[in-house]
Nanobody, 121 residues
Framework: QVQLVESGGGLVQAGGSLTLSCAASARSRSRYSVGWFRQAPGKEREFVAARKWTGGNTYVANYADSVKGRFTIFRDNAKNTVNLQMTSLKLNDTAVYYC???????????WGQGTQVTVSL
């Protein structure tokens, strides 16, 4: 099992930036894919970005169209986190952001508790 904890959420003005972190538990040393998802009030959870493990030491990043060019997913090896750098934030980026791990099944099985991101005018 991969234990995940998100952090870095908060209140930011439209056009601003925020970086979220997803920390994996100390026992989670095996390779796996990590995705970021979000859920806005009254809406279904949606995919945001993923750092997908494709075998060996190779990972591929992919993004939802709505965040391409604004969000970047990357790993901080020193801190064992997978981060989501968000720039040019818009009002409709407001949501609870979750990270999740896919340990090779093709499904995101392990989930964090979420962190709130609120974008204001």
């Amino acid at each position: 099992q991969v234990q995940l904890v998100e952090s870095g959420g908060g209140l930011v003005q439209a056009g601003g930036s925020l970086t979220l972190s997803c920390a994996a538990s100390a026992r989670s040393r095996s390779r796996y894919s990590v995705g970021w998802f979000r859920q806005a009030p009254g809406k279904e959870r949606e995919f945001v970005a993923a750092r997908k493990w494709t075998g060996g030491n190779t990972y591929v990043a992919n993004y939802a169209d709505s965040v391409k060019g604004r969000f970047t997913i990357f790993r901080d090896n020193a801190k064992n986190t997978v981060n989501l750098q968000m720039t040019s934030l818009k009002l409709n980026d407001t949501a609870v952001y979750y990270c999740a791990a896919d340990r090779g099944s093709g499904e995101y099985i392990d989930w964090g508790q979420g962190t709130q991101v609120t974008v204001s005018l």
